[in-house]
C-alpha cells in the first residue's frame, strides 16, 4: 500500500520525444508536487497543484506540462526532450500547504536522455 | 543563489556515538524547517521538523536545533545506529505557497 507512487522507475529515451511521468497518492493528501533532482543532487520544486489548482510554477520550460486530473493524480508530460532534462523526477503530495504539515516522497523516476 | 546550505557533503560517525548535521540558510521569511532522510533508489522521508518560533524539537533519538541570529539548525542523532546510514536532507519551508527549498545533503555514514 504505497503512499506515493509514480511510474515508471526509469524512463531511458531518445532526444526529442516525447514523455509522461504518473504520479498517484492514496494518503487523501489535497496538495502535489514535482521536484527535479539534477546531477549535482540538487533536489528544486518544479510545480505545485492544490485541489487541482496549479499554484507553484518555478520558471519550469514551457515544454513541462503538469496536469491533475483529480486530487490523487498529478502527472507530468515533457515535450521534445533534451539532454539536460536526465534527472530523478520526484513527486511528492501534503495534506494542506503549511510548513507543519510534511510532504511524502514517492520513491523517484530516472529519466536518461540518450 | 543557494538559499538553504549544508557544507559537508559527508560525515562518518562511530555507532553509538552522536551525530551532528548542520544547515545554514540566508532566507528570514522561511517558517519551517525539516529534516528528510534518504535511502539510495528511494524517495526522501520526513524525519522531524521545527517552527521558526521554536528553538529546539525532540522526537526520540532525533532532536533539531534552531538558532535564528544564526541562521542556523542542526540536527542530532543519538545514539547513531547503522540503518541511520543515508543522505539527510535539511529543507525550509516559504510561507503559504508550501515551497521547500532543499540543501545539497549530507551522506551519514555509521560505522561499527
Known amino acids: 500500500d504505497t503512499a506515493v507512487s509514480q511510474t515508471p522507475k526509469y524512463l531511458v529515451t531518445q532526444m526529442g520525444n516525447d514523455k509522461s511521468i504518473k504520479c498517484e497518492q492514496n494518503?487523501?493528501?489535497?496538495?502535489m508536487y514535482w521536484y527535479k533532482q539534477d546531477s549535482k543532487k540538487f533536489l528544486k520544486i518544479m510545480f505545485s497543484y492544490n485541489n487541482k489548482e496549479l499554484i507553484i510554477n518555478e520558471t519550469v520550460p514551457n515544454r513541462f506540462s503538469p496536469k491533475s486530473p483529480d486530487k490523487a493524480h498529478l502527472n507530468l508530460h515533457i515535450n521534445s526532450l533534451e539532454l539536460g532534462d536526465s534527472a530523478v523526477y520526484f513527486c511528492a503530495s501534503s495534506q494542506g500547504q503549511y510548513g507543519n504539515q510534511p510532504q511524502h516522497f514517492g520513491d523517484g523516476t530516472r529519466l536518461s536522455i540518450l | 543563489d543557494q538559499q538553504v546550505k549544508q557544507n559537508s557533503p559527508s560525515l562518518s560517525v562511530q555507532e553509538g556515538r552522536i551525530s551532528i548535521l548542520n544547515c545554514d540558510y540566508t532566507?528570514?521569511?522561511?517558517?519551517?524547517f525539516l529534516w528528510y532522510k534518504k535511502y539510495p533508489a528511494e524517495g526522501p522521508t520526513f524525519l522531524i521538523s521545527?517552527?521558526?518560533?521554536?528553538d529546539k524539537n525532540e522526537d526520540g533519538r532525533f532532536t533539531v536545533f534552531l538558532n535564528k541570529s544564526a541562521k542556523h539548525l542542526s540536527l542530532h542523532i543519538v545514539p547513531s545506529q547503522p540503518g541511520d546510514s543515508a543522505v539527510y536532507f535539511c529543507?525550509?519551508?516559504?510561507?503559504?505557497?508550501?515551497?521547500?527549498?532543499f540543501g545539497t545533503g549530507t551522506r551519514l555514514q555509521v560505522t561499527l
Open positions: 529543507a525550509s519551508h516559504t510561507g503559504t505557497a508550501s515551497k521547500l527549498t
Open positions: 494518503l487523501g493528501h489535497d496538495t
Open positions: 521545527i517552527s521558526s518560533i521554536k
Open positions: 532566507n528570514s521569511m522561511f517558517d519551517y
